[in-house]
């Protein structure tokens, strides 16, 4: 299903231009009009998915495979040292536009970016809380 106003929609469905590195009936992967670094590019899923979770098990399944391709395909063409893979889910986490995407983001030595997030601290007591919360038979 595309949503009708979504912008991502229309990208990867091909209504608005794109810089396109790679289609197929699934996803389209575009570079990245604001990039982190050179080379960044977002894998686009053509079906609309807000986030992921509401992202199909297909979809989900066949993203990782793509992304691994294009990972090898960008570390062979780009001479990247390093890759990010980047996947935000909702405003809190940094989600700018409400379509699932995977962002690309080849890694040079030196590029200065600095992704990432400040290491807090965990007691056992708050580990054994979160583990015992997600391990209990209603959970998953």
């Not at 389209?28 to 604001?34: E, H, Q, S």
């Not at 793509?66 to 780009?78: F, Q, W, Y």
Request: glycine share 8%; hydrophobic share 40%.
């Amino acid at each position: 299903m595309k949503e009708k106003d979504c912008i991502f929609c229309k990208i990867a469905n091909g209504e608005i231009p794109s810089k396109t590195l790679y289609e197929d009936e699934m996803f389209r992967v575009i570079l990245d009009l604001n990039p982190a670094t050179r080379g960044h590019a977002l894998i686009l899923p053509k079906a609309h998915a807000a986030d992921l979770y509401g992202l199909p098990e297909e979809t989900a399944s066949k993203i990782l495979v793509l992304a691994k391709e294009l990972a090898v395909s960008m570390r062979d063409r780009l001479h990247c040292d390093g890759l990010n893979l980047v996947q935000n889910n909702g405003e809190a986490a940094g989600q700018t536009v409400p379509h699932f995407h995977l962002h690309m983001i080849p890694r040079y030595v030196g590029d200065g970016q600095t992704l990432g997030w400040a290491p807090g601290e965990a007691t056992q007591e708050d580990l054994e809380e979160v583990r015992a919360v997600m391990t209990r038979q209603d959970a998953l």
